[in-house]
T-cell receptor
Framework: EAGVVQSPRYKIIEKKQPVAFWCNPISGHNTLYWYLQNLGQGPELLIRYENEEAVDDSQLPKDRFSAERLKGVDSTLKIQPAELGDSAVYLC??????????????FGPGTRLTVL | GEDVEQSLFLSVREGDSSVINCTYTDSSSTYLYWYKQEPGAGLQLLTYIFSNMDMKQDQRLTVLLNKKDKHLSLRIADTQTGDSAIYFCAEARRGQKVTFGTGTKLQVIP
């Protein structure tokens, strides 16, 4: 069975340009997460979806970041406009449901964003 | 808010035991986790422990929890070169988000 799929794996853009990341979770997983991982740091949650609903977006910088999960399956994360400080790895994860605790999260390989 | 701290780096010889340590601040943490991240890959859950336990063993992995000191450790017996990776400690309360530590890079010397 395929794991969490993310694309692209790498993206290099100039500052002020828009960028979008795509995530396809494991089939049947209701909960989807987007994390930001800076170099030498652990992942930090940006947004969590339960099906189509964003149930925790408190850490998402809403002035430039947006996310959607229209049909409760795939999700996109967008940055517009990108800033130098946005250079990081963006991880997507999914889980069966419940969102936390013993609900195991499965991670994708991430998209490494470089903003020049 | 919650904080999870780990040492940055650990180097061991192949065949020795590795012990990776973690401290956390949230005394209400219900679940404590260990994740492994290999280069260019996402995180993989290795094991987790409930806060009402003090030890969990799974093959070469032993997790010890000292709830009083808010200290968690991961022991890897007979460490192999394939164990070289970054190991993240993480914690969560029931119904709350998972907070990750900064990660410990384990280097296994052949």
């Amino acid at each position: 069975e395929a794991g969490v799929v993310q694309s692209p794996r790498y993206k290099i853009i100039e500052k002020k340009q828009p960028v979008a990341f795509w995530c396809n979770p494991i089939s049947g997983h209701n909960t989807l997460y987007w994390y930001l991982q800076n170099l030498g740091q652990g992942p930090e949650l940006l947004i969590r979806y339960e099906n189509e609903e964003a149930v925790d977006d408190s850490q998402l910088p809403k002035d430039r970041f947006s996310a959607e999960r229209l049909k409760g399956v795939d999700s996109t994360l967008k940055i517009q406009p990108a800033e130098l400080g946005d250079s990081a790895v963006y991880l997507c994860a999914s889980s069966l449901g419940g969102g936390t605790g013993d609900d195991e999260q499965f991670f994708g390989p991430g998209t490494r964003l470089t903003v020049l | 808010g919650e904080d999870v701290e780990q040492s940055l780096f650990l180097s061991v010889r192949e065949g020795d035991s590795s012990v990776i340590n973690c401290t956390y601040t949230d005394s209400s943490s219900t679940y404590l986790y260990w994740y492994k991240q290999e280069p260019g890959a996402g995180l993989q859950l290795l094991t987790y422990i409930f806060s009402n336990m003090d030890m969990k063993q799974d093959q070469r992995l032993t997790v010890l929890l000292n709830k009083k000191d808010k200290h968690l450790s991961l022991r890897i017996a007979d460490t192999q070169t394939g164990d070289s990776a970054i190991y993240f400690c993480a914690e969560a309360r029931r119904g709350q988000k998972v907070t990750f530590g900064t990660g410990t890079k384990l280097q296994v010397i052949p």
